[in-house]
């Protein structure tokens, strides 16, 4: 499959993983431009899914492409909001707001997905 734009699609081909394991430690950037409303939406979504499901095991890089345009290019971002997991590996990435908590959760691998 390929990448969707959709609000918490993942990007990248459709593997069947197991979930990330409950020790892990999480290291995620969520590239957003400026404080647009999506962007401080995502922002929100994903402390508060980092806090229900793995409180005090992560850490959230927020990166501004309208500050630093140029980072753009190291994960590949073509649209934003986009989350990128950098740990546990493998990197994932998720682009929209995050609202829909079971797709985030899925695609960060914190849970199965299903059949």
């Known amino acids: 499959m390929g990448s969707d734009t959709g ?3 993942t ?3 459709d593997t069947r993983q197991q979930p990330a394991r409950s020790g892990d430690q999480w ?3 969520l590239y957003t431009a400026g404080q647009t409303p999506k962007s401080v939406l995502a922002f929100n979504n994903l402390k508060r899914i980092c806090e229900e499901h793995m409180p005090g095991r ?3 890089e927020v990166v501004d492409l309208m500050q630093n345009p140029r980072l753009a290019k190291e994960d590949q971002i ?3 909001p986009t989350l990128v997991r950098k740990l546990p590996e493998p990197l994932r990435k ?3 707001d995050l609202s829909d908590t ?3 959760l899925v695609g960060l691998q ?3 997905r299903g059949p």
Do not use: D, K
Request: net charge positive; no cysteine; charged share 20%.
């Open 7 to 9: 609000n918490g699609q």
């Open 11 to 13: 990007s990248g081909p």
């Open 27 to 29: 290291e995620l950037r």
């Open 58 to 60: 992560y850490h959230i």
């Open 78 to 80: 073509v649209a934003i």
């Open 94 to 96: 998720i682009i929209g």
């Open 102 to 104: 079971e797709r985030t």
């Open 110 to 112: 914190l849970r199965p």
